[in-house]
């Protein structure tokens, strides 16, 4: 009997996971080498998943290299070299589907035989039969890509990945509640009022922070980066504005709460500068990963993304912002690409199920009016607003006028699809980068005037 395959649409996935990482990542997340049929695209297969998991580069010369290592009759670089030319306009999920498909047929049919084999030996009683079928069933269809249905039932039967009914996690959470436990369901930034209103930082949310230009967007970041990490979360960091080294400058800065531009300047006395380098020993092994990429394509840093959460283990994903990113097609105009690197990062959080914090600039409408930012104002598209889980919003007083509230920062929550609005109140120390909270700015004037002065006088002393 011959068994089901289909040789093309193996050597199409293969040649494309070595020209491309978007296949990559879309081969490993469904697919296995036991589900290619040929010996030598099974080896080739696994030397691809091996340099991925690694987190090198996946080209011709490089699995070939790999191969010479395990499985040295498949390292035929002339052969991989013309899996690369397989040309087919279509999907490759389509072909991904074909080979995943042919594989469980095949299973089927080797399964089915078995069972036969079994049943006519009569060495089994019906009932142990039955059972062995089942289970041997549930094992072909374990396997990655496995077709299974998702139905809004099994949400409350399994509430938040928790392994515990809807009913159940309900109670859970109101006993932490009575017992005065933290309920906070995301990662937290350690900032409490923010963790609070927002419910932590969680899975599959796009989380937004804009403001205007010398706000202080990337020192705000840097600070919940910091403050998620010294909880030994894995962070992945896309500074599409600044290089990586200036990044890990300003992160060591702010550990050590030293003015940066002294460090700079060779002006930090000898205690600073210890202080400094012991900083730095305890930030080397924080969970961080940099990509400081100019201009990096959306459909790349998206791969990027995903490769990182599959082999690091990243637990959330920072970008350092929005409008730099390269949409990586042409659009009639700017409006339509941000709309496009918009949907695409909601689309991640989503597919990855991390949160993804996502630094926007703002229009100048609200620097010439003199006013606090709104969700009006993000700049080039209302599509980032529909994205957005939530908005947060960052104003400095003293920004439009040096005597107004100086070292204050305005943290607004402007939307909050799972929460409330709220205004929070912190200080912003811009020569050590360091940001502390305060608590609820009070709405009236008069009164969050006096407790911002009060704070500063007690922080002072």
Not at 21 to 40: R, T
Not at 235 to 254: H, P, Q, T, W
């Amino acid at each position: 009997m011959e068994l089901p395959t289909s040789v093309d649409s193996e050597c199409i996935i293969i040649g494309r996971m070595m020209r491309s990482i978007n296949a990559v990542n879309s081969a490993v997340e469904k697919l296995e080498p036991q589900d290619f049929s040929k010996p030598e695209h099974q080896s080739i297969f696994q030397a691809i998943l091996d340099l991925y998991k690694a987190d090198r580069e996946v080209e011709p010369y490089s699995v070939a290299a790999q191969l010479s290592l395990s499985v040295p009759e498949h390292s035929d670089i002339a052969y991989l070299f013309g899996l690369t030319q397989f040309h087919t306009h279509d999907d490759a999920d389509h072909f991904i589907e074909i080979v995943r498909d042919c594989s469980l047929y095949r299973r089927f049919i080797l399964h089915s035989m078995e069972q036969m084999t079994l049943a006519e030996n009569q060495k089994m009683s019906p009932t142990e039969l039955h059972a062995d079928h089942v289970k041997k069933l549930d094992q072909i269809f374990a396997g990655k890509g496995a077709k299974t249905e998702c139905f809004v039932k099994d949400k409350f039967n399994n509430y938040r990945d928790s392994g515990l009914s809807f009913i159940e996690y309900i109670w859970k959470q109101k006993e932490k509640h009575d017992l005065n436990i933290s309920t906070i369901n995301g990662l937290k930034t350690n900032y409490p009022k923010l963790d609070e209103t927002l419910d932590g930082l969680n899975k599959g949310h796009l989380i937004i922070i804009g403001a205007r230009p010398k706000v202080g967007k990337t020192t705000f970041l840097t600070n919940l980066m910091y403050n998620l990490l010294l909880q030994k979360i894995k962070v992945g960091f896309f500074s599409v504005e600044m290089k990586a080294d200036d990044i890990a400058y300003n992160l060591a800065c702010r550990a050590a709460e030293i003015e940066s531009s002294k460090v700079k300047r060779g002006q930090s006395c000898p205690d600073e500068l210890n202080h400094l380098t012991n900083k730095i020993y305890e930030i080397s092994d924080f969970p961080l990963l940099i990509d400081d990429q100019e201009n990096i394509p959306i459909n790349q840093l998206c791969a990027r993304a995903r490769r990182w959460v599959q082999t690091q283990g990243i637990e959330i994903i920072f970008i350092d912002y929005l409008t730099l990113i390269n949409p990586g097609q042409k659009f009639q105009n700017k409006q339509e690409a941000i709309q496009h690197i918009s949907s695409s990062l909601r689309a991640l959080a989503k597919s990855l199920n991390i949160p993804v914090v996502c630094a926007a600039q703002l229009n100048r409408s609200s620097e010439i009016d003199k006013r606090k930012p709104s969700l009006h104002d993000l700049r080039e598209s209302g599509q980032i607003e529909q994205d957005a889980v939530s908005v947060i919003m960052l104003h400095r007083p003293e920004v439009d006028n040096p005597y107004n509230c100086p070292a204050a920062l305005e943290v607004l929550i402007v939307k909050n699809r799972f929460g409330s609005e709220a205004t929070l109140s912190f200080t912003f120390q811009k020569t050590t980068g360091l940001i502390r909270e305060i608590g609820f700015l009070k709405q009236d004037k008069v009164d969050a005037a006096k407790e911002l002065k009060d704070m500063f006088h007690k922080t002072a002393i």
